[in-house]
């Protein structure tokens, strides 16, 4: 059973644009939520995260919001760049569990025209 | 500050062999975590290790093992290899005292062809 759902796989923006990623989990323990980037044949790269005491996180043209009650986040790009173009993936992971395992959705892929 | 780097980048192996890959994490980063990625299952966790201990474990069968090193390197292995272990790994590191999550940084992946 998927923890950590996005729903979306593809999002299309134009450039200048806001582009909203969704994700949804369904485990009540996850306290703690990462968004990543991720380019072809690269591994992910961190953008931002957001502890469960937190509502929103702010970083540059990145905010991520969260709604503990409806259990569910997402990560807002303004404006939208071209090089924002990639897979973007929201992951999660629970305090009180041994280790930082963190469990990923499967991804958006975001395409941001000119 | 060196990013996570991962030995080899390419790997073709066939079925039954067994493999050893390599993840030296982030200078200070005691933490390292390895994932799986496939098309089809995404990013999924594999094992953790902390001080060269195994600290949490992933839903994988018995073939996927790992071992962190005193320097906090890290290698993984997967004996008799399948098909289906035709993936991208990836290793990640992080500073991760005891009981809280901190950000997680990867390496670029090694991708693995089992033919």
């Known amino acids: 059973d998927q923890q950590v759902k996005q729903n979306s796989p593809s999002l299309s923006v134009q450039e200048g644009r806001i582009s909203i990623l969704n994700c949804d989990y369904t485990n009540s323990m996850f306290d703690y939520f990462l968004w990543y980037k991720k380019y072809p044949a690269e591994g992910p790269t961190f953008l931002i995260s957001i502890s469960s005491i937190k509502d929103k996180n702010e970083d540059g043209r990145f905010t991520v919001f969260l709604n503990k009650s409806a259990k569910h986040l997402s990560l807002h790009i303004v404006p939208s760049q071209p090089g924002d173009s990639a897979v973007y993936f929201c992951a999660a992971s629970a305090r009180s569990q041994a280790g930082t395992a963190l469990i990923f959705g499967k991804g958006t892929t975001l395409s941001v025209s000119s | 500050k060196a990013g996570v780097t991962q030995t080899p980048r390419y790997l073709i192996k066939t079925r039954g062999q067994q493999v050893t890959l390599s993840c030296s994490p982030i200078s200070g980063h005691r933490s390292v975590s390895w994932y799986q990625q496939t098309p089809g299952q995404g990013l999924q966790f594999l094992f953790e290790?902390?001080?060269?201990?195994?600290?949490n474990k992933g839903n994988f069968p018995g073939r996927f093992s790992g071992r962190q090193f005193s320097n906090s390197r890290s290698e993984m292995n997967v004996s008799t290899l399948e098909l289906g272990d035709s993936a991208l790994y990836l290793c990640?590191?992080?500073?991760?005292?005891?009981?809280?999550?901190?950000?997680?940084?990867f390496g670029p992946g090694t991708r693995l062809t089992v033919t």
């Open positions: 990640a590191s992080s500073q991760s005292g005891q009981g809280f999550p901190y950000e997680q940084y």
């Open positions: 290790y902390f001080s060269e201990t195994q600290r």
